[in-house]
């Protein structure tokens, strides 16, 4: 087997150093264990907070372990009655490396539609088409006319999760890194505005854009970005807090709203979310993005870098923005 393994917590962006390549011996299967040669590797912002020990929703990556992450890959052997060789799977613990060895129970089946790349169901299709569905459609509720604002908006949640509210009748601004970016999102993507944040003050471009305030906010980014759109909420706004990546990189509390009183007197909504929480009703976005795909209303693009030994290298892209679309790994064959 090939796999990456964490050898400390990184300090700042992650460093080369910071992980190995090994070579090791796939172990042989248990009864109800499959062997699944991994095909994509699922890149995602909260991989740096794996690597690190601050306190979070999953236990941190262990020191000398395989570098946790989500794949999409086929069974090449199998001990279980539910899959055979050949299936498509999204095996439990499947790790940064070529072979996973899981059992029945942790893994999910990838059900294929003909037409639709096998990569989509890393990206709309999958976590990411979920994280926007329900963090949008359960905590921001959007109703028709009213405004959103989306952060990390080129990005692969983002961008999915500004199709959506259009397709539910709201107003979108997106803020995202450079003007190609904002380019797609609003002659392609159709957002009604999309803030540069990277070249414009973006207070000066909210005040603009949402002369009369902010109903909704999906907040991919926090940091003095996510301030600066808490500051112009609108009464019995909600805020779904999906990310804050501005921070991941950095050790120490991560960076939100400064006047937290706003919460008070605007009475507003700020439900943080982690997408697995949803797992369970995973079929009702599926079945939603899936219609909404085919009638050509969502649209998406997969960034798939060759070659699992570029998986860290890769990683930074997130940081930067030096990606386009969701960001995954090829790392065998289809
Ligand atoms: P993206 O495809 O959006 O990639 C990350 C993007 O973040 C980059 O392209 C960059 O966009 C932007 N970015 C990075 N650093 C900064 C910064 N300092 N300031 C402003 N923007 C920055 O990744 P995902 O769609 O996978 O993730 C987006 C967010 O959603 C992350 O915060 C992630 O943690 C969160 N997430 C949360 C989940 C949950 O369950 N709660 C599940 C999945 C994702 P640009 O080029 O525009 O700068």
Redesign the pocket.
Known sequence: NRQWVLNNRPDGAVAATDLTLKEAPVRPLADGEILVRNIYLSL???NR?WMSDREQYLPPVGIGDVMRGGTIGVVEESRSSRFAAGDIVMPGDAGWQLYTVTHEKMTSRVRTVPGVPLTAYMSVLG??GM?AYF?LLDICDPKEGETLVV?????????IVGQIAKIKGARIVG????EA?CRWLTNELGFDAAID??NEDVGAALDRHCPDAIDMNFE????P?MDAVFSRMAKHGRMA??????G?NADGPLAGPTDFGQVLMKRLTIR?????DYFPRAREAIADLSQWIAEGRIRWKDHVVDGIENAPSALE???????D???MVKISPE
Do not use: E
Request: glycine fraction near 22%.
């Open positions: 995602d912002p909260t907070l976590s990411t994280t963090g952060s990390a908006a080129a990005g692969a949640v983002g961008s803020i995202a890194g450079g970016k944040y990277k991919n980014v926090g940091g970005i807090l999906c990310g804050m990546i501005s991941y943080g979310f982690i997408v697995i892209r997130l940081f930067t923005g030096n990606h679309g969701k960001l």
